[in-house]
């Protein structure tokens, strides 16, 4: 069991590390959509190289995805992809700075306590 717990978190760890990069990115770039309209915005993004790196790391994820769905079975290992929520909260409040009240982390115990519950069934 432990060999696919770490087989996920090599999935959803490229995913994680991705989200807080594009949202570095996208705040740093100062515009939005409806500053540049989408078009523009989109054009912006994908020419900001932070934000082509996070893609890529979606990417990453993706390809050990597959290897993921090759080794168990899609009904456990897609709720075990719900620990990347607990791990964007945890990064984004560290490394961000983002506010974490208690309904937030009570609502991550919510998950890694159904996590838990699917991993032993």
Known sequence: ????????????????????ILKSAISQLGVTPGTVGVPGYLIKVFTTPMALGALALYGVSALVWTVVLSRLELSLAYPMV??????????????????????????????CCGVVMISRS
């Open 82 to 111: 719900s620990i990347g929520y607990v791990l964007v909260v945890l990064l984004s409040w560290l490394v961000l700075k983002e506010p974490v009240n208690a309904m937030r982390i009570a609502g991550l115990a919510f998950i």
């Open 1 to 20: 069991m432990m060999r696919n717990i770490l087989l996920v978190l090599m999935s959803v760890g490229p995913a994680v590390v991705g989200q807080l």
